[in-house]
């Protein structure tokens, strides 16, 4: 079997999104995000194969059943992806799925292999009212939007600047796509990024939402702040938020919750060594 690779665009997304999909994905499946796609077929995509250059895994969409054969599938991760994931320098071959039917399709594929797997969590805003207003920013910190004015101003005068352009780079592959469709804040102290939250992916009007900060700030309550901020901003214009995080990943799940957002589903994300 042999996939081709396409680039995200909105025919496709409507060809393979549907309301189970994974908002990350979803983003570069709609050509918004960075990315890499292969698809079974360009003008009818029955299935879609998608690699975030962030997220450094895999996703699944659309229908695997009577549209795959096992053995060509088998073929094409041996040969194409493992070398895709080798010339990386990434040493993991980890994935995801949208729907509970591609993991013992895949698991058979990759029978060979020793599976491993951990839980990823998403916590959504259910109602605008639920944004916690009671956060107050900690001293000694300024705050801004990273909209065009700050990127294409302040932020050339941050000394530590690249952690904001790299994860614009990583997520939507330009700051001119960031600044059409996405947008977030940070904190400053002593002119270096503290602290910041972004909307890293999009798909229509869900924003997946990312937050870095960094020692020794942790811990302040800075990223709460932020991501207040930033809600507060997308609710203007009926975005809905989601935000993702590993289960063991405490700390952001109780910036989220103080923030507003409430737990929504849980989801496999399983990988093996290459």
Same mark, same amino acid.
């Given at each position: 079997?042999?996939?081709?690779?396409?680039?995200?665009?909105?025919?496709?997304?409507?060809?393979?999104?549907?309301?189970?999909?994974?908002?990350?994905?979803?983003?570069?499946?709609?050509?918004?995000?960075?990315?890499?796609?292969?698809?079974?077929?360009?003008?009818?995509?029955?299935? *879609?194969?998608?690699?975030?250059?962030?997220?450094?895994?895999?996703?699944?969409?659309?229908? *695997?059943?009577?549209?795959?054969?096992?053995?060509?599938?088998?073929?094409?991760?041996?040969?194409?992806?493992?070398?895709?994931?080798?010339?990386?320098?990434?040493?993991?071959?980890?994935?995801? *799925?949208?729907?509970?039917?591609?993991?013992?399709?895949?698991?058979?594929?990759?029978?060979?292999?020793?599976?491993?797997?951990?839980?990823?969590?998403?916590?959504?805003?259910?109602?605008?009212?639920?944004?916690?207003?009671?956060?107050?920013?900690?001293?000694?910190?300024?705050?801004?939007?990273?909209?065009?004015?700050?990127?294409?101003?302040?932020?050339?005068?941050?000394?530590?600047?690249?952690?904001?352009?790299?994860?614009?780079?990583?997520?939507?592959?330009?700051?001119?796509?960031?600044?059409?469709?996405?947008?977030?804040?940070?904190?400053?102290?002593?002119?270096?990024? *503290?602290?910041?939250?972004?909307?890293?992916?999009?798909?229509?009007?869900?924003?997946?939402?990312?937050?870095?900060?960094?020692?020794?700030?942790?811990?302040?309550?800075?990223?709460?702040?932020?991501?207040?901020?930033?809600?507060?901003?997308?609710?203007?214009?009926?975005?809905?938020?989601?935000?993702?995080?590993?289960?063991?990943?405490?700390?952001?799940?109780?910036?989220?919750?103080?923030?507003?957002?409430?737990?929504?589903?849980?989801?496999?994300?399983?990988?093996?060594?290459?």
């Amino acid at each position: 079997m042999y996939l081709n690779q396409i680039s995200g665009n909105q025919y496709l997304a409507d060809k393979i999104i549907n309301t189970s999909s994974d908002m990350m994905y979803a983003g570069i499946v709609s050509g918004n995000n960075i990315g890499v796609i292969w698809a079974d077929d360009i003008s009818n995509p029955a299935f *879609c194969m998608i690699w975030s250059e962030h997220l450094k895994g895999f996703h699944f969409m659309g229908s *695997c059943y009577g549209h795959i054969n096992k053995n060509d599938l088998r073929t094409f991760i041996d040969d194409t992806i493992i070398s895709f994931l080798r010339n990386k320098n990434i040493n993991f071959f980890e994935f995801s *799925c949208d729907s509970h039917e591609w993991f013992p399709f895949i698991c058979d594929i990759l029978s060979n292999r020793e599976i491993k797997e951990y839980k990823q969590y998403y916590y959504k805003l259910v109602d605008p009212k639920n944004i916690n207003k009671d956060i107050n920013l900690p001293a000694g910190y300024d705050v801004f939007e990273m909209n065009e004015d700050f990127i294409y101003g302040r932020l050339k005068n941050i000394e530590n600047r690249e952690v904001i352009q790299f994860d614009i780079e990583e997520t939507w592959g330009n700051v001119s796509k960031f600044i059409k469709y996405g947008t977030g804040y940070l904190a400053v102290q002593n002119n270096r990024i *503290c602290s910041f939250v972004s909307t890293r992916f999009r798909y229509k009007d869900n924003y997946s939402i990312g937050a870095d900060t960094y020692d020794p700030h942790k811990k302040k309550g800075l990223s709460s702040f932020l991501s207040v901020s930033l809600f507060n901003n997308i609710i203007k214009n009926n975005g809905n938020i989601w935000w993702d995080c590993s289960a063991e990943n405490i700390a952001s799940q109780k910036t989220a919750c103080k923030a507003g957002l409430t737990f929504s589903h849980e989801y496999e994300v399983r990988w093996f060594d290459v």
